[in-house]
């Protein structure tokens, strides 16, 4: 239901997640869900980043560390910097944080160096077609 395009329904699907229509285990996929689309993978960034609080005070404790990996759906080392100014001082408080949040920069890098690894032959693959 969350694999939305339009901004206005992307973020309309995230509030879900924060509303109490819905079960966590139910409405988390509203949320991971936004970041599965290239269209929608900004918005749904900056819908973390504005509730990020919010988000947090719903999840268990055991899982809030494990917000650092929304990063690594961005695929981008470019802004790392940017992701780990926001990400890293708000991800290290919490049990496990410093941990979390080294494995998510990891993966990150390896998502963005494959990325550039294989574009050329997708390109090529896709010029073909």
């Known amino acids: 239901m969350g694999l939305f395009s339009d901004p206005k329904l992307v973020d309309e699907s995230m509030t879900l997640f924060l509303g109490t229509e819905f079960d966590i285990r139910e409405a988390a996929g509203l949320l991971q869900q936004g970041f599965q689309n290239r269209t929608s ?11 990020f609080d919010d988000i947090v005070a719903k999840l268990p404790v055991q899982f ?5 990996f929304i990063l690594v759906a961005m695929c981008d080392d470019a802004k790392k910097p940017e992701f ?7 991800i290290e408080k919490f049990d496990g944080g410093p941990r979390a949040m080294a494995q998510a920069v990891e993966q990150l890098h390896v998502c963005s160096v ?3 690894a294989e574009a050329p032959g997708v390109e090529a693959f896709l010029k073909n077609q």
């Open 114 to 116: 494959a990325r550039k």
């Open 41 to 51: 993978r900004p918005i749904a960034y900056e819908f973390v980043k504005t509730h």
């Open 84 to 90: 780990e100014s926001f990400f890293k001082p708000r």
């Open 64 to 68: 809030r560390p494990y917000m650092a």
